[in-house]
């Protein structure tokens, strides 16, 4: 497709969807070769189709139209309404024409409908399990001259042509549907745009902290700095996080975007159109203008707290997101400094920083407008939001303390004093390795840098001269001294932040459920559905925990239909595929992430998969959780106060039986509460998590207290040392004695260290309605065997070699991983060890379904990982042992799905999609065997062979020639 034929995708496109969402987009359109045919004779047939009525122009006959001008004419096009089956006689439908026409779609199965009140035609899709988006196609601009783009649109959309003469892949329902899949297109490129939103951001805090220090306002931009954990970037990017969220939440009218209160003095898109129009008539003046942020901090509040004015009700979202406590200086506090709500007198004294209207009109231009249209975030997946979080980690403010530049593919910021320092060999190294130049490149700025020689200001221009990307785009990678800049970490530069697309995800979960559903028989109900627990150990943003919502959702709501339940559903809670959503996730799904910003992501994009306009975003506090999934006690363990215990020490025994009675029945009268949606249920949940989290309280103490130990010194002998010396101060706290107090609080000092150090997650005592003895078993029938656990474990856990997770990890985590992975092998990359933490949480019957390094089936890693969970009874039942990464990242993986139990009865393995008699922990077809071992006779009659330390001399396979 040509240029011009794309402008006129972008232009009709542009005219039609700006509100709605985008239904269609302009790749597919141009992949598809759907070219513009606008021409004079399509404005007067439509002319012909049309009539007076009430002063206005309307359709005289929509039977009439879709036969003549769209060209239904040939009998069986289109059906009579009398042909169609009888309606179901469940209740009136009190809703908006297009809300009912949503709910019959979705109830049909059926993803198109047309609505048309004579003046507009609207197409809505709604795709089962995804979110509706609309076009609609209004007569008034149809019939004027600039509207003949969008007639010509209609016409080669909706014609009969289309319909029955295209291709599957070309029809209405192909294009609408590749549009939907290929949302991905514009992740990376909309992650670039909010990494831009963030630096704008930053740069606007800088100049707002000068002119507040200026006036008398205490200095809030310092404290920030120096502030631990990057205080001040998560602060700034907690800002852009929940900017993206609510044009979200608004685009999916998840907000009261209806009310003109909101739209008028809260809404992002209203703000982002005024002060659009502002930057029009005056952009001299916007960074002498404030108010935008005042009124970004009025919405994030009335987000966390709840407000009411008028008919306008937002309840409360509550959420660490929107905490305004969480980080002071966004509202010109320091730290520590507690946000004013009641008194109104403190409000008022509430000195926020003064970030100019111009910097906030910059940020949501960045996350409104892509690629010169208004973004549809209906149209992107939640999983896309997530992502846009996790393009964002890893980096760090820095305050430049001599000018610099930002160089090479990592974007690293090279300050000039550093550069002028270094030896021309530390400094060829510093290009290569840490700002990612390739020898050209490097070579290149070696030779300027040496030109520059010790003139800071020369090295300065020739890092300049040298910044990544085009001429033109170059000051905005050149800074001062003094500035602040987002420096990528070393664990970001070597690893990236690779998206993971829906593809990906839910073929991962898909093949990890269909065992599971299967044990539950094929007509499991949904009470056996939703006795299931998934979880994923390193969740991230949680894509394979919405991937997990949304398949169990539809075996749901499959499971009503079987029934006959389905109308009745609908009827109570309108969309069945949603209300199935928030029940799963409320009691099916599980998820731990030692990043504490990933855990509230991961809650925000499961109360955004379903779409509930009243449940504050904390609804699964209880079953997202912050941790190291690594790092934690068993029952055992704890009991016996030992990661490697040999026996039960009957103090903590009793302690921990004690607080998981009363645990247990806290969290399973949680779960029962899934149905209650109301503000009294809300707050009802609130306070049985709470409960819950109290009486463990105790135990989670002793645990950290016990792990601490472990990490406290390097030697097992040490090790066990520390360890009984807190095992008796834990004993004497427990037994209330003299002395108790004072071994309390000295219990408290270590347990403050180890957290500070580790983030211990101890699944057994956290999670007790899954772990505990009595749970019923859903894979055998609902019994009670004492050996239920989790029943499915998916996700991407991190990978890492030796070297990495020695640099990211506290001094012990190696040995603590072969502690608990016995038989393992220091060598091994880190996905292995969550193989086997997976195998440690799933019952007697279960399976796994892990995206795993594409080394998992070599080496170390496969005998760490693999190889022990075959050879201790678990089947590999599919694999993908190569798979390039569906998306731009450079990556390898492989895809291992393993089974055990019940559920590896009737599977047959499938080995890169073909079937396989087995398949063996090198990921090959065949059965398990033993490892080759060397031969001692032999000993001289072999040698190593070549090292090959480069890939210089290492033959293309494709280069060599014919035989």
């Not at 404290?223 to 205080?231: S, W, Y």
């Not at 520059?452 to 890092?463: F, N, S």
């Not at 089936?857 to 990982?865: E, F, I, K, Y």
């Not at 059965?927 to 480069?950: C, Q, T, W």
Request: glycine share 8%; proline share 6%.
């Amino acid at each position: 497709m040509n240029d011009r034929q794309r402008r006129f995708h972008e232009e009709w496109l542009g005219l039609v969807q700006p509100i709605h969402g985008l239904v269609l987009s302009v790749p597919v359109l141009a992949d598809a070769q759907i070219a513009p045919d606008v021409r004079a004779e399509l404005s007067s047939a439509l002319e012909a189709e049309l009539c007076d009525r009430h002063g206005a122009r309307v359709f005289s006959s929509l039977q009439g139209f879709f036969q003549r001008f769209l060209g239904y004419g040939v009998p069986g096009m289109l059906v009579p309404r009398a042909e169609l089956p009888a309606e179901d006689a469940s209740g009136p439908w009190r809703y908006p024409p297009t809300a009912k026409l949503e709910r019959l779609l979705r109830h049909t199965g059926v993803s198109i409908g047309l609505l048309c009140n004579g003046e507009e035609l609207r197409l809505v899709y709604a795709p089962p399990g995804e979110t509706t988006g609309h076009l609609t196609f209004r007569l008034k601009e149809l019939r004027e001259p600039s509207g003949r783009p969008i007639l010509a649109a209609l016409d080669l959309l909706l014609s009969a042509r289309r319909a029955h003469s295209a291709s599957a892949e070309h029809t209405l329902e192909g294009l609408l549907a590749e549009s939907r899949r290929r949302q991905a297109d514009v992740t990376d490129a909309l992650a670039k745009q909010v990494f831009e939103a963030v630096e704008l951001l930053v740069a606007g805090f800088e100049a707002a902290a000068q002119r507040d220090a200026a006036g008398d306002q205490l200095d809030w931009l310092r404290p920030a700095l120096e502030q631990e954990h990057d205080h001040f970037y998560q602060g700034v990017l907690s800002v852009v996080l929940r900017l993206v969220f609510l044009l979200y939440a608004e685009d999916n009218s998840l907000l009261p975007v209806e009310h003109p209160t909101y739209a008028e003095h809260l809404g992002l898109f209203g703000l982002y159109a005024r002060l659009s129009e502002d930057a029009g008539a005056h952009p001299e003046s916007m960074h002498h203008r404030f108010g935008a942020y005042g009124q970004l901090l009025s919405l994030f509040r009335a987000v966390y707290y709840g407000a009411r004015h008028g008919s306008l009700h937002l309840p409360p979202r509550k959420g660490r997101l929107f905490d305004p406590n969480a980080y002071p200086f966004l509202e010109g506090g320091q730290p520590g400094w507690t946000a004013a709500v009641a008194d109104a007198s403190a409000r008022s004294a509430a000195r926020p920083p003064s970030l100019d209207d111009g910097t906030v009109h910059r940020v949501l231009h960045r996350l409104v407008v892509f690629q010169g249209q208004r973004l549809s975030y209906r149209a992107l997946d939640v999983e896309q939001i997530g992502s846009v979080y996790e393009s964002l980690m890893g980096y760090q403010a820095l305050r430049l303390e001599s000018p610099a530049a930002r160089i090479g593919p990592y974007g690293v910021w090279l300050e000039a004093a550093r550069a002028a320092s270094l030896s021309a060999t530390d400094r060829a190294k510093l290009l290569k390795e840490e700002c990612g130049l390739n020898p050209g490149p490097a070579q290149a700025l070696e030779r300027a840098l040496k030109e520059a020689g010790k003139d800071l200001t020369a090295v300065h221009e020739a890092l300049a001269a040298h910044a990544q990307g085009p001429k033109a785009d170059r000051a905005r990678h050149k800074a001062d001294a003094g500035r602040v800049v987002l420096q990528p970490s070393e664990a970001r530069r070597r690893t990236g932040s690779p998206y993971t697309p829906r593809s990906l995800t839910e073929k991962v979960v898909r093949r990890t459920l269909e065992p599971l559903l299967a044990c539950l028989g094929p007509e499991r109900t949904p009470e056996q559905i939703l006795q299931l627990k998934i979880c994923d150990p390193a969740m991230g943003s949680g894509a394979f925990l919405v991937a997990t919502c949304r398949e169990l959702a539809n075996e749901i709501v499959a499971a009503w239909t079987r029934s006959g339940e389905l109308a009745h559903v609908v009827e109570l809670y309108g969309d069945a595929h949603l209300h199935a959503r928030r029940l799963v996730a409320e009691t099916c799904l599980y998820g731990v992430d030692k990043n504490p910003a990933a855990v509230e992501l991961a809650k925000l994009s499961l109360w955004l998969v379903t779409m509930d306009r009243e449940r504050p975003f904390s609804f699964v506090d209880h079953a997202l959780r912050h941790g190291d999934s690594l790092v934690g006690l068993d029952f055992k363990q704890i009991a016996a106060f030992h990661w490697a215990p040999e026996r039960q020490v009957e103090t903590f025994e009793a302690l921990l039986q004690d607080a998981l009675d009363q645990a247990v029945e806290l969290r399973q009268e949680l779960q029962r509460q899934a149905d209650h949606d109301d503000a009294a249920g809300q707050a009802e949940k609130r306070r049985l998590f709470e409960f819950s989290q109290q009486a463990i309280d105790k135990v989670r103490v002793v645990a950290d207290l016990c792990v601490g130990a472990f990490f406290a010194k390097d030697k097992d002998a040490a090790r066990e040392r520390v360890r009984e010396r807190r095992k008796d101060l834990a004993e004497l706290w427990l037994s209330g004695g003299k002395g108790a107090e004072a071994a309390h609080q000295e219990i408290l000092a270590l347990v403050d260290a180890a957290r500070e150090q580790l983030a211990p997650f101890h699944w057994w005592i956290e999670l007790p309605e899954v772990f505990f003895l009595e749970r019923p078993d859903p894979l055998q029938g609902g019994v009670v065997n004492g050996a239920a656990l989790m029943e499915g474990v998916v996700g991407n856990p991190p990978f890492g070699g030796k070297n990495t997770i020695g640099e990211s990890t506290p001094a012990g985590f190696l040995d603590w991983l072969k502690v608990c992975s016995p038989g393992a092998h220091g060598n091994s990359d880190l996905s292995a060890h969550f193989f086997r933490r997976a195998a440690t949480l799933l019952g007697e019957h279960g399976a796994m379904g892990l995206v795993a390094t594409n080394t998992i089936a070599q080496g170390d890693t496969r005998a760490t990982g693999l190889q022990a969970l075959v050879n201790s009874g678990w089947q590999l039942y599919d694999a993908t042992p190569t798979l390039p990464w569906p998306g731009a990242a450079a990556v390898t993986v492989s895809l291992v799905h393993l089974a055990r139990g019940r559920v590896r009865e009737g599977l047959v393995p499938a080995l890169d999609g073909h079937s396989v008699p087995s398949i063996n922990s090198r990921l090959k077809a065949g059965e398990e065997r033993a490892d080759a071992v060397p031969l001692a006779p032999h000993a001289s009659a072999a040698f190593i062979g070549s090292y090959v330390l480069g890939m210089g001399f290492t033959p293309d396979p494709t280069s060599a020639p014919p035989w």
